[in-house]
């Protein structure tokens, strides 16, 4: 059995690793504790209240911290980019289909021969 805590550090990390890999597809080569460093201070400023959800906020400090570390800055503008689309763009279609598929089979939906069509 896994603990919580260490669920907790996978994670945290699975994120952290994709934006490194975002730096890696688009032919960086950054310290991976630097690009951790951005995402962990970045995710930490989400939930300051400014925007629902830290949007923009969080890409935005997670580039300036990257920035200020050394990385390049279209590098990092487009990696940072990159890991919102893959965060927000993808995840939420999938989520939705999900979503449905799981009222579906829970009966919440009426289908056609359900609804006495």
Known sequence: MVSKAAGSRHV???PGLLLYLCFVALGGHVNPLVVFAGYA????LSIVPIT?????V???ATAAVLIG???DRPLTAAAVLLNSTFTFLL???VGAAGTVAWWLGQGRIATPSSAGV
């Open 12 to 14: 945290l990390r699975a």
């Open 41 to 44: 201070i970045g995710r930490t």
């Open 52 to 56: 629902p959800g830290g949007i923009g």
């Open 58 to 60: 969080s890409e935005t």
């Open 69 to 71: 570390l050394g990385t």
């Open 91 to 93: 995840e939420i279609p």
